[in-house]
């Protein structure tokens, strides 16, 4: 019997070339697309009708964009996470999930081998390679285009005396969609002084007009819109994509360092993800303690490094999700958000648990819960460690 392996597959010139050349080294292809909630019915139909043309085993599609909200992405929201202050993790975070689904996979039919399309000059060959290693290290990780270095032509030319012949013409951007977000990578993001044009991006400009719409959260997690209540925060996610693209908000170009340690840049189009990240983070500004604030940032941004550089199955990971969830308890409430062409502004916020009350006093206007005589004593105490460095040390400021 031939023996068994588990290709990650796609449908695209690199993954055609997958198939043929596996199966010419007298392997069994049994090819997998996972979705991350990037696909819908009719383009999950047509990957697969092209791996069954390819003459692949046994095709499947593995669904996990439950698993991906739960598992992540609302860690993502809880710790308000944009990769340089700008990236919210599109790609890096469904990757992990896609790899998760397709060793398990592997694993259940008892597969030989895990193949993947993967180029040698990019983070996801780290990314899928590292989980792999780590869930099923018995299982040999084969991977044609970086083991080859391969030019397009090569496999087209490849696939041509295979009887495979379409129009592989790449096209002008690369697109890759998927639940939190979408990237776009073209010639302009190959430089680093050229931005992409308008019409690269997948969602263009529909509504000119401005729009408030308001986003309820209950413990961190968005569930309603306008008054329509959401018993499942993807649902919401996706409807509030919808809305919010209309307005071709959420556009930028990420830089930043990739895990082989070159520079990259990537453009984006993420109109959910930027705009419940930025209304949960002006709820916690008015629900969370100070320190709170201060060390979920500090958390935050290493679980997106981690994340990003594929380390999600770390058990540090689980600690600080734990932490997020934990900060949670009282950031509920609603955000009232301005959406206009290109851009969004937050207005403000409505909750139970708001920590700016006037009751307590008004900055900059009363003080109602202590008095002058209280503050006084408050600063003199304070400014004693200070004042006794620069006594000891005679420390003199020059202005």
């Known amino acids: 019997m031939k023996k068994k392996v588990v290709l990650a597959y796609s449908g695209g010139l690199d993954t055609s070339y997958c198939v043929k050349y596996l199966q010419d080294q007298n392997l069994d292809v049994y090819s997998a697309i996972v979705n991350t909630g990037g696909f819908d019915k009719e383009e999950l139909q047509d990957i697969e009708l092209k791996a069954y043309e390819m003459g692949v085993v046994k095709h499947k599609t593995l669904d996990v964009v439950e698993q991906f ?12 996470i944009l990769k340089n202050n700008t990236y919210p993790l599109s790609v890096s975070a469904e990757r992990i999930f896609q790899a998760i689904a397709i060793v398990k996979y592997a694993k259940s039919m008892n597969a030989d081998y895990i193949a993947h399309g993967s180029t040698g000059a990019g983070n996801d060959q780290v990314r899928f390679d590292l989980v792999f290693n780590i869930l099923a290290p018995e299982i040999e990780i084969l991977t044609p285009i970086r083991d080859q270095q391969l030019s397009r032509q090569q ?19 690369s697109i890759n969609k998927g639940l939190w977000g979408t990237s776009v990578g073209g010639a302009e993001t190959l430089t680093s002084n050229k931005t992409l044009p308008n019409s690269a991006y997948p969602s263009q400009l529909k509504s000119s007009d401005s729009k408030v719409i308001k986003l309820e959260f209950t413990n961190g997690q968005i569930s309603g819109i306008d008054n329509v209540e959401y018993n499942n925060p993807v649902n919401a996610i996706i409807d509030l994509e919808k809305i919010a693209s209309e307005y071709a908000i959420g556009r930028d170009i990420h830089v930043g360092d990739t895990i082989i340690g070159i520079k990259g840049r ?8 930027i705009i419940l990240i930025k209304a949960h983070h002006l709820l916690e500004k008015h629900t969370l303690a100070k320190w709170q604030q201060h060390w979920k940032q500090q958390l935050g941004d290493w679980y997106g490094m981690l994340l990003h550089e594929g380390q999600y199955l770390d058990p540090v990971m689980r600690d600080i999700e734990a932490f997020l969830e934990s900060t949670q308890k009282t950031v509920s409430g609603t955000v009232e958000i301005k959406l206009s062409p290109y851009q969004f502004e937050l207005i403000g916020i409505d909750s139970p648990h708001d920590l700016m009350s006037s009751k307590f006093g008004e900055y ?10 209280d503050v006084k004593g408050f600063t003199k105490i304070l400014a004693n460690q200070t004042k006794i460095f620069h006594a000891v040390n005679q420390i003199d400021i020059e202005l």
């Open 69 to 80: 909200y739960q598992k992540c992405v609302k860690y993502l929201i809880f710790g308000n």
């Open 364 to 373: 900059g206007e009363m003080n109602s819960a202590w008095s002058g005589e």
């Open 266 to 273: 990537v453009g984006f189009e993420a109109a959910a993800p």
């Open 155 to 173: 496999e087209i030319e490849f696939l041509a005396k295979h009887g495979i012949e379409k129009d592989w013409k790449k096209a002008q951007y």
